[in-house]
């Protein structure tokens, strides 16, 4: 009959918790590679998302600009919207789409207002290109700077400009910058005002 010593049964239980470490330390590994490839499937998920959805925004612009539909479908509205939410424009007590308007000195003298929101303290006038670029710009950078020659009745309200189209490139939202003019172009989920931040920032 063999004897099994107290030394016999520790260096077992050694051996037997050395084995346990090492599957728990093969099953963490095994776990933490999953949860690397999970993490890498939802981040190329996620890229792929991203792409799908400017893509699709893509789509919808070219399809919008192709339609002529930009103005009524898509950057009235979300002037509309913005002139509550972002310029505090409430009420709006008048909102116009495509106001052609003479001047009052000069009637043999008439131009076309995208849109126009008017508030008691502001009016909103907007400009929808669909191909926008540097001379367009400066085109509305004029047409702003005589407004109030088409419309003295709102002599002494803030006017705020916003240049909208699906795709804005930088110079010409840099153009727009220097005019005070805000660029209105689509983001990542909805459209939005690309130099806000620099226009807000002006004493």
Known sequence: MSCVTIEDRVDRLDALFGQFLSEIAVINLHAEERSRLAEERMARFEQEMRASKRELHKKWGDLANKM????????????QRLAGDYFRLNPVLNFMIRRVRRRLDCLTVE????????????????????????????AF???????????????GRRLIPVFGSWAIAEPVIGR???????ALRMGEDTMELANAAQLDARP
């Open 68 to 79: 002529g539909t930009i103005l009524e479908n898509i950057v009235a509205p979300i002037l």
């Open 111 to 138: 131009t076309e207002f995208d849109v126009l929101l008017v508030g008691a303290e502001a009016v909103i006038v907007g400009e929808a290109k669909s191909t926008p670029s540097i001379e367009s710009a400066d």
């Open 141 to 155: 950078a004029d047409k702003v700077r005589a407004f109030f020659d088409f419309f003295p009745e709102y002599r």
């Open 176 to 182: 727009l910058t220097q005019q005070g003019i805000y």
